[in-house]
């Protein structure tokens, strides 16, 4: 038999705000968006993700890195439909595709 177990969960109001706003965005109920929460930090999947984005902001840190040193190396004009091309390669990479 599959037993419910019911917990309170304290919050301060910032963060329960912050909570109802993503809630309301994805359109679930509070309580709802606070179970998956708990579902993905009990599986690690929070983990993966905040590692995952990490790594994303990291790499995009090296190519804006990469940028600027390509800019004061010449100084030439910047084309930036080519940047704007880059950026988008980077990021389809960066999400596997």
Not at 75 to 94: C, K, L, N, T
């Amino acid at each position: 038999m599959n037993v419910t177990k019911v917990i309170t969960l304290q919050m301060n109001a910032a963060d329960y705000e912050r909570l109802e706003a993503e809630a309301e965005r994805l359109g679930v109920a509070p309580t709802t968006l606070a179970q998956r929460y708990v579902r993905a930090g009990l599986s690690g999947k929070a983990q993966f993700r905040s590692a995952k984005s990490r790594q994303t902001g990291l790499a995009a840190l090296r190519g804006l890195a990469e940028l600027r040193q390509r800019l004061s190396d010449d100084g030439s004009r910047v084309d930036v439909v080519e940047i704007i091309a880059e950026g988008r390669e980077e990021r389809d990479q960066a999400q596997g595709g």
